[in-house]
């Protein structure tokens, strides 16, 4: 397949890499080629490989107008999660790039990203050069942690630099060491207390002295932190003193009466019945559009399938 690829198209990007592998010793390029198909396993699910056969996201496309997308996963099972690094990593740069050759720099409509469970979707590549640039992108990104040292586990050095680009950190607590830790030095810093003694001594001649004295103490020790109050929340926005306040009310909010915790049988959105619901079942009382396609013998063969149907491999005159 190569080599016929090599004698019509010398300068494809495939045939110079596979130039290179070719260059490897015999036990190098087995090596090579078990490390690929370990990494492609995955893809002999079929359902996996429907999933990325065709393109029904537009990840680039959610900035142009009012979008919610969801990526559900499950937090016991982390067969799949690769998919979902792979596309908030697709999502980043084709947003970028979007935002610079389509809209002049600025996405039109501010795309907020909320990475809930962020430890469980595995370590999306250059995320510490892309929370630095997206900002100007009118793109957002909030990191959900149990605790830093998650972040801290996956990004390895990079963690610092993540965390160092977020203008707001939130504590809603924890009892994790290296967690509380941090917080209490490096965030909250020293408050200036006074603190008073005194002194009596009793005998022929009765004496008593008082001292008062300032002194520095931690803002909130890691012991303070550990039994922090369940109600209440630590906020630090950059250029700012920590706030420590109470959590919001989510039932107070005016919209959660449209979630399904306030009325799981009229708003719980079914999945199931979404998947389920397949052409073949039509509602005769229901409207659809059909579009007629002409698709002539011996059409156009895109290059890809050219490639992969070329199984001609003595006769490279063969190719036509």
Known sequence: ???????????????KQYRKYRLASGKTARSILISCGARLAPFDIPQLREI???????????????????????DTDSTYNFIVALAFSQMFNLLCERADNVHGGRLPHHVRVLWDEAANT?????????????????????????????????????????????????????????????ISENWLGKATISMQTESRSRGQSESFSQNTQRLGRELMT??????????????????????????????????????????????AFDLSRLIRRRMEKLNPSEEYTVYEVDVPDGGHMEEDEDILNYDDLDDLDAFS
């Open 52 to 74: 990325m056969s065709y393109d029904e996201m537009e990840l680039d496309k959610l900035g142009d107008k009012r979008t919610a997308a969801f990526f559900i996963i499950s």
């Open 222 to 267: 890691p012991a303070e932190l550990a039994t922090m109050p369940g109600d209440k929340c630590i906020l630090q926005l950059r250029g700012l003193p920590p706030f420590y306040s109470p959590k919001y009310d989510l039932k107070q909010h005016p919209y959660y009466k449209y979630t399904a915790e306030a009325d799981k049988k009229k708003n």
């Open 122 to 182: 595995g370590q999306v590549p250059n995320l510490e050069k892309l929370v630095a640039v997206i900002r100007s992108r009118e793109v957002s990104l909030t990191l959900f942690y149990q605790q830093m040292a998650q972040c801290k586990a996956i990004y390895d050095k990079n963690a610092e630099t993540i965390l160092g680009n977020m203008d707001s950190v939130i504590f809603l607590g924890g009892r994790e060491a290296s967690t509380i830790k941090e």
């Open 1 to 15: 397949m190569f080599a016929g690829l090599e004698k019509r198209k010398p300068d494809c990007f495939a045939v």
